[in-house]
């Protein structure tokens, strides 16, 4: 492929743009500056730089973010910044999308990316894909709660119970709970349900894809197809 159309497909903007920006000396593809942007490159393990800051070439670009808390997952946020002002704008240009919202307040494990199959597939409640998460509550978790959670409560606009697919108390005021679908404020509302409050939620796991303890609030990085695997295990 035309390295000026690499660029322009990994999100650095324009193919005029693109152009204008390997003329200039600032690309270089597998370590060699390049400034002829119609030199046929294969794309195959291809690593290319702009401004010296290293780019795997991505088909599709899906990568993970340790979500800090004070942080929206949306396109357009209301009262803090967007998780997207954290990336880098090539992926911004690319579209990457949350599979999943996080509350502005949660923190943890947030996939996004600009493949619309992916986010479809991990979207959809018949994938089941348990998504594991530390509460912090008001209360001391007592059994009660526990057993409410697993057996099913009730949340006020929707008549089917929803359950806990695991839910166990490990520590004082700490929860840990699984579930497999992804309903507005679930955590907080079956917590409610059941009689607590959360005060702090932090997701752990998403599919069988765990957040790496090395990756700082804020940072992302790159998934590899061994890792969409992960995500895809079912419950
Ligand atoms: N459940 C919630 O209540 N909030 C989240 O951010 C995620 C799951």
Redesign the pocket.
């Given at each position: 492929m035309e390295l000026e159309r690499i660029l322009q497909r990994q999100g650095f903007g324009t193919r005029k743009g693109c152009r204008a920006l390997i003329r200039s000396g600032r690309v270089a593809v597998n370590g060699e500056v390049c400034d002829d942007p119609f030199t046929d490159v294969c794309t195959d393990d291809l690593t290319f730089s702009v401004d010296e800051i290293a780019w795997p070439y991505r088909e599709f670009a899906t990568i993970m973010m340790n979500k800090p808390a004070d942080y929206e997952c949306s396109r357009r946020p209301i009262h803090h910044p967007s998780v997207l002002s954290l990336l880098p704008p090539p992926l911004v240009e690319r579209e990457v999308q949350p599979i999943g919202?996080?509350?502005e307040d949660?923190t943890g494990l947030l996939i996004l990316t600009d493949d619309g199959q992916l986010n479809h597939i991990l979207s959809s409640p018949r994938k089941k894909v348990p998504k594991v998460?530390i509460a912090t509550t008001k209360h001391p978790v007592d059994a009660g709660q526990i057993e409410a959670m697993l057996a099913g409560v009730v949340l006020h606009d929707d008549p089917e119970p929803v359950r806990a697919a695991a839910c166990e108390v490990v520590g004082d005021c700490l929860l840990r709970l699984t579930i497999t679908e992804g309903k507005y404020?679930?955590?907080?509302?079956m917590v409610a349900a059941a009689g607590n409050r959360?005060e702090n939620?932090h997701?752990l796991s998403v599919g069988g894809l765990i957040l790496p303890p090395d990756l700082k609030p804020g940072e992302w990085r790159w998934l590899e197809p061994s890792d969409i695997a992960l995500l895809k295990a079912e419950e």
């Open positions: 919202r996080l509350d949660t998460y404020h679930q955590v907080k509302r959360v939620l997701r």
